[in-house]
């Protein structure tokens, strides 16, 4: 996953909570509110943030285990190819030495 989804995937699960404790606060301030319509939707819309609060932790879960993943599968090719990680690693070095003297 590159950096760019990674800050895009945060963003959006932000929002999504941000979204989810609004929908919450609105629901309690018209709780109050008389009518079978009123409460029927209440109840809809109640669900229906459950549903989505549920899927954010199933999101999350998958993003994290995703994340562990791929540093474990790092972890082992930098522990079964130390050589080639150094050489990466120094190359990497090189090109931003080059960028940031350049400036």
């Known amino acids: 996953m590159t950096e760019m ?3 895009q995937k945060d ?5 999504l909570r941000v979204v989810i404790s609004d929908a ?5 301030m018209t709780a109050d509110e008389a009518g079978e319509g009123a409460a029927d939707l209440r109840g809809r819309v109640q669900a ?5 609060k549920l ?3 199933h999101l999350q879960e998958a ?3 995703k994340v562990k993943a791929a540093g474990h599968a790092t972890d082992e090719f930098v522990h079964e190819n130390p050589w080639k990680s150094i050489g990466v690693a120094a ?3 090189l090109v931003v030495g080059l960028l940031v003297g350049r400036r």
Request: hydrophobic share 50%.
């Open 24 to 28: 919450e606060e609105l629901l309690r």
């Open 91 to 93: 190359g990497i070095g």
């Open 5 to 7: 989804t990674a800050v």
């Open 63 to 65: 993003a994290v285990a």
């Open 11 to 15: 963003k959006l699960m932000s929002d």
């Open 55 to 57: 899927e954010l932790t």
């Open 48 to 52: 229906r943030m459950n549903q989505a």
